[in-house]
């Protein structure tokens, strides 16, 4: 209760202090601009309509161009400026004997400042996370979720929180001049903590699951190294597609969430995306991690594919992801698959509605077996939001959600016959860009 009253405090005066924003905002004999500008920053000059947007995703990852764009954007002289991120204010109740009740927030922000470099454009961006001290001790409760550690101990049923600090980070592109129309670009990324060339979009960043304040079952099986300390990415990008490779540090961050770690650039990974419309995008990576698990010996070999798709209404948009995940444990000769399906329909301006279904291996659940078997596990999660106030820069949502799982019998005693786990939360993220509200050209 006490971080609930806390949270509504801080919720308050942000919406105070972007009202007084508002109603005293206009453009100055600096150059600087009103904070809401219809336009689509791009990072190598004019582009078609179906270029995905490097301010919208993680790492260099690559989300629709008719994804909606729920940021603050100012330009301040030659430079471009923007932020977005969410709070969520929850009461997220897990079920069956292993479960919790715990009030407590998911939040993030990241910050960007884009300028022209050398013939190309340099996008500096910073993400920033409280979930250290908005949920502690160990973390979030989530049924049948595992990875990393806590008190040096596996964490099973909880999310952990994310770092203080997700991503510190720049990326440069740079078109080659003298191809057909500039269709040939160099990609350049790296950073202190950032993103490798691995995986979707990291779910805290896909429009799929912009309502959805948990992270998947499957996330440490497809795009946990959306936080990785140390990464340097390098590709081309060739009209539609892009083919691009990394190095970087494939341990998992630990326990204290405010530092970072660093260590040798042995992982690798590989990844080639496809933006075949502005609806659409897809990838497939593939990757080797040196000594990801604290607790487990040996490294791991990842694959992923996904598929995203976006299609922006009059009043609002519909947003579907498709993720697997497969990870082969070298050790042990061992291999874990993960399925997602999740959507995310915002309708009449003020409505939600969000589903995310999935099938996952699990192997962690019980740490103390020498021999942990793997077990299938569903999860069927079905929630509706509807936002109470909508304001020049802010919206702000009351939302729930429910989660039914399917898992063998033999896990009956430790989690009960039927578990059910719900959530109720407040949702508070910038407006959507205007200029992204429009139909879809085409699929």
């Known amino acids: 209760m006490r971080l609930f009253l806390l949270s509504l405090f801080v919720?308050?005066?942000?919406?105070?202090?972007?009202?007084?924003?508002?109603?005293?905002?206009?453009?100055?004999?600096?150059?600087?601009?009103?904070m809401t500008m219809p336009m689509k920053m791009t990072m190598t000059?004019?582009?078609?309509?179906?270029?995905p947007s490097p301010h919208i995703s993680s790492g260099t990852g690559w989300q629709p161009a008719a994804a909606p764009d729920p940021m603050w954007m100012r330009s301040y002289g030659a430079w471009d400026l923007m932020a977005h991120g969410v709070i969520f204010v929850d009461y997220n109740q897990q079920g069956g004997p292993r479960g919790e009740g715990k009030a407590e927030s998911v939040n993030w922000l990241m910050t960007m400042q884009q300028h022209k470099l050398g013939g190309g454009t340099i996008l500096f961006r910073e993400m920033f996370s409280a979930e250290s001290l908005t949920s502690p001790h160990p973390g979030f409760p989530e049924l049948f979720q595992t990875g990393e550690t806590y008190h040096g101990q596996p964490l099973v049923d909880h999310q952990h929180p994310h770092n203080v600090f997700s991503e510190l980070a720049f990326q440069y592109a740079r078109p080659f001049n003298g191809t057909v129309h500039h269709k040939i670009s160099w990609l350049f990324?790296?950073?202190?903590?950032?993103?490798?060339?691995?995986?979707?979009?990291?779910?805290?960043?896909?429009?799929?699951?912009?309502?959805?304040?948990?992270?998947?079952l499957s996330h440490h099986l497809q795009d946990s190294t959306h936080i990785s300390f140390?990464?340097?990415?390098?590709?081309?990008?060739?009209?539609?597609?892009?083919?691009?490779?990394?190095?970087?540090?494939?341990r998992e961050p630990d326990e204290k969430r405010y530092t970072i770690q660093f260590a040798p650039l042995d992982s690798w990974s590989t990844r080639i995306s496809v933006a075949p419309a502005r609806n659409w995008t897809a990838q497939y990576s593939y990757g080797r991690l040196e000594h990801p698990e604290a607790l487990e010996p040996g490294s791991q070999r990842r694959q992923t594919a996904s598929v995203e798709y976006v299609r922006p209404f009059a009043k609002g948009s519909w947003a579907t992801s498709f993720v697997w995940g497969r990870?082969?444990?070298?050790?042990?000769?061992?291999?874990?698959?993960?399925?997602?399906?999740?959507?995310?329909?915002?309708?009449?301006t003020r409505y939600y509605a969000f589903s995310r279904v999935e099938l996952v291996d699990k192997d962690e659940l019980f740490p103390a077996n020498p021999l942990p078997p793997t077990y299938r596990i569903g999860a069927y999660t079905f929630g509706a939001a509807r936002d109470l106030m909508r304001r020049q820069h802010w919206h702000l949502a009351i939302g729930s959600d429910v989660t039914f799982y399917s898992k063998p019998a033999v896990l009956d005693p430790a989690y009960g016959n039927d578990p059910v786990s719900f959530q109720i939360f407040l949702r508070l993220r910038p407006t959507s860009e205007p200029s992204h509200l429009s139909p879809a050209s085409s699929d």
């Open 11 to 34: 919720i308050e005066i942000l919406l105070s202090s972007a009202d007084a924003q508002s109603s005293t905002e206009s453009p100055d004999s600096s150059g600087t601009s009103s």
């Open 45 to 51: 000059g004019d582009q078609p309509d179906w270029t």
């Open 189 to 216: 990324y790296g950073g202190a903590a950032g993103e490798p060339a691995l995986g979707p979009v990291a779910y805290v960043h896909r429009v799929s699951a912009s309502e959805l304040p948990l992270a998947p």
């Open 230 to 250: 140390g990464v340097i990415t390098t590709g081309l990008v060739i009209s539609r597609f892009k083919v691009e490779g990394s190095i970087f540090n494939g």
């Open 327 to 348: 990870v082969h444990k070298i050790a042990d000769d061992h291999t874990l698959n993960g399925f997602l399906l999740e959507s995310t329909g915002n309708f009449l």
